[in-house]
């Protein structure tokens, strides 16, 4: 028994293997082939090596390109990092997409519930759906005839494929909203995601809802901001729950809006390369509170993470995600890329919450059956929203 080891092609050889049965095992052997000499000199030779046995002696036509990815991503599957993978042309496009925020359908997300049916969680501002009337809480019916109902064996994803559809096209879409079933012709365009929410609560308090640092998160909190400012706000409470992260400087930027000068988070990388990233002295400085839960990860806890160790604010919710770890995303001309780990992140204290997470400072857990609704913040069904909003009228009570 011998083991041979393949670093780049471990998913290629799979297509080598031989069926049997119990008792018998069909073989056929060949001597040495041509680049044999070749494998000794290279890490990689093996693997090209049977790639060109493959190609050549396969009982079937064989699609290079589809090898070539399935090794690619054996290859980066075997680092065992689930933050570390490969994208296909498609897959890059379609990040790039939800990165930039821009790009072609009716603009609004989609989501499943719990009963099954496929339900609109937003609408975004001044998209196609905006302008045909579609409503968060909406439940999608049907898409251009085919039902989507949660009877239905359609999934989310394929309803998301019909509602984009091809180029600045028309969909008809049905939905049913307070028990009435209505129909919308919604014409398909440019959209633009905005991953921010604003609004004044009772009591003069503001209440900001990011949901990924990406695409437009910067100028939508510098716009809220401006607008609290204009409407004497007293207070604010940021939103980060379910918000799964994104960019490292759009975080940054956000903090250093919030945040007193100092230290925000600094990163580290295998050879001990530390960066560090501060805020000025320039900031909004009022009473904050910080929404997080258990799907709140990475740029989001590095914001929940600076504002609890600068003692900038109150952090209200659950034990956030724990992802402290970067990753480098690189792209190639051929219209690919791939998104790699490359360093760890750590609180303004040095501390890193990589499987640990940002315990919150006020601990309020949701009921199972509780929906919250970021577009329209509600204190009477939000038990973490209330218990935000109390600890500032707490904190404004004890400074006098």
Partial sequence: MFKRQVSLLTCI????????????????FTGS???????ADSPFARAEEILEIVERDYYQEVDEEALTTAAIQGMLASLGDPY??????????????ETTGQYSGVGMLVGETAQGTLEVMRVFRDSPAETAGIQAGDVLVSIDGTPVSGETPLGLSAASDLLKGDGLTPVEVEISREGKTLSFTIQRGDVNINYVEYSVLEGNVGYLSIYQFTGDDVEGVKEAISAFQEAGVSALVVDVRSNPGGLLDDVVEICDMLLPEGLIVYTENRQGVREEYYADAEYWDVPMAVLVNGESASASEIFAAAVQDTGRGVVVGETTYGKGIVQTLY?????????????????PSGASIHGQGVTPDIE??????????????????DAQLRAALEALAGSAGSAG
């Fill in 84 to 97: 570390t993978f490969y994208y296909t042309n498609e897959a890059y496009q379609a990040m790039n997409e």
């Fill in 331 to 347: 792209s190639f001309s051929e219209g690919d890329g791939v998104q790699l780990t490359t360093s760890a992140y750590y609180t």
């Fill in 364 to 381: 309020v857990a949701l009921a199972a059956d509780a929906s919250v609704v970021y577009h329209a913040p509600d204190a009477e069904t």
């Fill in 13 to 28: 050889c799979l297509l080598l293997i031989v069926a049997m049965s119990a008792s018998t095992l069909t073989l056929v």
């Fill in 33 to 39: 082939s041509p680049a044999a000499q070749m494998a």
